[in-house]
């Protein structure tokens, strides 16, 4: 008895397909007309609408990529279901709701396919808005029957396309129509390419007219006054997130060390009477703090600046300062263990802000590359010097030794020198190379006078 109702089920599933793929699509269509009107005031969503930042961009791209991509395949199911199955159904009542202008409710009665002709309409209303801006157009590839559908619509003279289209004895030529389309639109699309990279005016004058019109426009004040909200509330978050990706591990670590991880350690150790030093390093720190103590102490006797002592209580002196400094190695080691675990408690706790402030994150990294490539040219290149030569110069290397080995006494490890020293070979130069790189790739693009700039100074 169940069986014929399953099938009956899985009958209706499929019925339903082409209502269901074509109901995602113009959702999802739907979802791209509401971004554009939201954040581009119903403009496609592109770079050439939006004053947002990279990252905020990159969202918008990757939103509208996903939502085409849902169309485009639900368009596909529902044109293989429904030239399998039937579309047709009982009418829909459709109820309009009454303007200022109506007093009465409009009722009407609509087939089904009608109303699949108009979230067809808008989805090819939507995708059609995309065609172009979809992908670059040295990426396009034009086939022979695009090109000679094409080919018709180029402006050609008749009688020169006939003598070339014919031979001597009335043959027709060839069919060269595909290599002239493709390169009649390469040859535009460079044309296009040029004419957006170089004006009649310079740029500056163009600004300064676009600054004129704006200052006339009658909503000038209020799209400044936009602006600068939608400003104050990048900048807000933005510091915000910042002082929380600081205080959250530094609270994280301090909780973890002296609440969490801390009485662990103090028991652990009480109960297994653990070593007083870690590693050989603290221990030869210790002999040498201690033979300083007596030669010192002994120096002062000799040249009278102590009491004379006899050399019993010189050696209980002694005796007693190995016990202190003891002492103050064991809470040494025991801190380098307490440290290690709160260390990764406070970089988990840092890993989970980035993750679960996804928004944050971009508006932080758009608020950062304003900063950046706000700055003036001499800024620009000066902060640049600073940064290659503090991590990648000449003086470096002493640097980098110095935070090594503090970093490794800070969690307890004895400090190797052959790690150091090939830490010091090889990850400077990596950042060098990354440094050289986005120089290149991105700020030798965005600003080429502030690579300019920073040769003339580094020279």
Known sequence: MQIPGFFRQGQQWLIKTPERALDQA??????????????FSGNPISAKYGNYGES????????????????????????????????????????????????????????KPAVFFRKLRFIDD????????????????????????????QPVNSSSSLQA????????????????????????????ALSDRANVLPRSILRTVDRIRQDLDPKAEQQVVKNFRSSKVKTTTAVKFVLL?????????????????GPIVDTVRDRTHAEVFLNLEMEEEALHELQQFEERLRFEVLIGKAAPMPEREIEATVREKATEIEEDYRHRSADAVKNLFADIAAAGAFALLLISRKQEVSTLKGFMDEIIYGLSDSAKAFIIILFTDMFVGFHSPHGWEVLLEGLSRHLGFAANRE??????????????TVFKYWIFR??????????????????
């Open 26 to 39: 113009y959702e999802a269509a739907q979802m791209i007309d509401a971004l554009e009107k939201e954040y």
């Open 56 to 111: 905020a961009q990159a969202y918008f791209q990757g939103e509208l990529k996903k939502y085409l991509n849902l169309i485009r395949f639900r368009l596909v199911e529902f044109r293989a279901s429904s030239s399998i199955l039937r579309v047709s159904g009982p009418k829909i009542t459709e109820i309009q709701v009454p303007t200022p202008n109506q007093d009465n409710l409009a009722i009407d009665l609509i087939d």
């Open 126 to 153: 939507v995708l059609a808005r995309y065609e172009a801006l979809e992908a670059p157009a040295a990426e396009r590839t034009i086939t022979l029957s695009e090109a000679e559908s094409r080919a018709p619509l």
């Open 165 to 192: 289209a014919n031979g001597r004895n009335g043959r027709l030529a060839p069919p060269k129509a595909a290599p002239a389309a493709a390169d009649l639109e390469e040859s535009s699309n460079r044309a296009d």
């Open 245 to 261: 990706l600081i205080i959250v591990p530094l609270l994280t670590q301090q909780f973890t060390k002296n609440f969490v991880v």
């Open 419 to 432: 790690f150091i020293f090939l830490f010091i070979a090889t990850f400077p130069v990596i950042l060098d």
């Open 442 to 459: 991105y700020l030798n693009r965005i600003s080429p006078s502030a690579v300019a700039t920073y040769r003339n100074m580094n020279e």
